[in-house]
């Protein structure tokens, strides 16, 4: 039988790409994170790991294995929340989606209705997340478009709109809105989970190199610590308030605004 913090140790060392930074984030030893790949291996029969100098590499089995070790952990995790909402007898309520800031204004909408509600946000990409909603793993879905379809029922959720986030010192703070053209230089900090957000500023900010943060919170220390201009939106100024000491200006341009959409089945 495969213990699930042998499953949680797989994906970690998968995110987090060395031993010694899993090992780490996972607030275990590294001995301790060696001994539990080789536990898991023992007890699948097959090598996960290609072995190299200082360092493991995941191989095909340990590619597939991965990501049966997500879908375990995603369905243990529904488990055990739809198990305490019908104990206490709330809604729950399962929203999947394609950027950050939607998903929780979502939230922030519904429980306005429902108080109680357990409301779930998880963010995946398009094809997981229509296939989340045709298995019922999701009760709603964002998407950056409608879909057609009989079945299924669409409605506008509203518009989101991005700004480049900077120090009162910097040239652009002075602004009123900025292009991506004036801004294409420099390095920026990016939160690298913005799922439909992800490409829009690479693709026409050629000229500019982005320095990307995995974590939420490792994201946003290195902001608070540092003068480099990083991204916002209004959605997400309007959710969590202004940034400490920063001055966020809208980019006018189309491409900076993105129109999101609230999907779920008829009835």
């Known amino acids: 039988m495969i213990e699930l913090y042998l499953l949680e140790q797989l994906v970690g060392i ?5 031993l010694s930074e899993a090992a780490s984030k996972l607030h275990i030893t590294q001995p301790t994170l060696t001994r539990s790949i080789q536990k898991l291996e023992e007890l699948l029969e097959v090598p996960l790991f290609t072995r190299e100098k200082n360092r493991l590499r995941l191989n095909g089995n340990g590619e597939m294995a991965v990501e049966y070790a997500k879908r375990i952990l995603a369905l243990e995790d529904e488990l055990v929340k739809h198990v305490r909402a019908n104990q206490d007898g709330s809604t729950l309520v399962s929203i ?9 204004v979502l939230k ?8 109680a509600a357990h409301i779930e946000v998880t963010q995946e990409d398009e094809d997981k997340l229509i296939t989340g909603l045709k298995d019922n793993r999701f009760q709603y879905i964002i998407l950056t478009h409608k879909l057609d379809d009989p079945d299924l029922e669409c409605r506008e959720l509203g518009t989101e709109h991005l700004h480049v986030s900077v120090l009162p010192a910097h040239p652009f703070a002075l602004k009123e809105s900025v292009t991506f053209d004036e801004i294409d230089t420099g390095v920026f900090l990016v939160y690298k989970a913005l799922g439909s957000w992800g490409n829009v500023c690479p693709d026409h900010m050629p000229h500019a190199r982005f320095i990307y943060q995995e974590g939420m919170d490792d994201y946003l220390e290195v902001v608070r610590s540092s003068s480099l201009p990083t991204f916002d939106t209004d959605w997400g100024i309007e959710l969590f308030g202004k940034r400490a ?16 959409f609230v999907i779920a089945k008829r009835g």
Do not use: H, W
Not at 96 to 104: E, I, Q, S
């Open 14 to 18: 998968s995110r987090y790409q060395t």
């Open 96 to 104: 999947g989606t394609c950027a950050p800031a939607p998903g929780l």
């Open 108 to 115: 922030r909408a519904m429980l306005k209705d429902l108080p």
């Open 245 to 260: 000491n920063r001055v966020s200006v809208p980019i006018a341009e189309d491409a900076a605004s993105m129109t999101f």
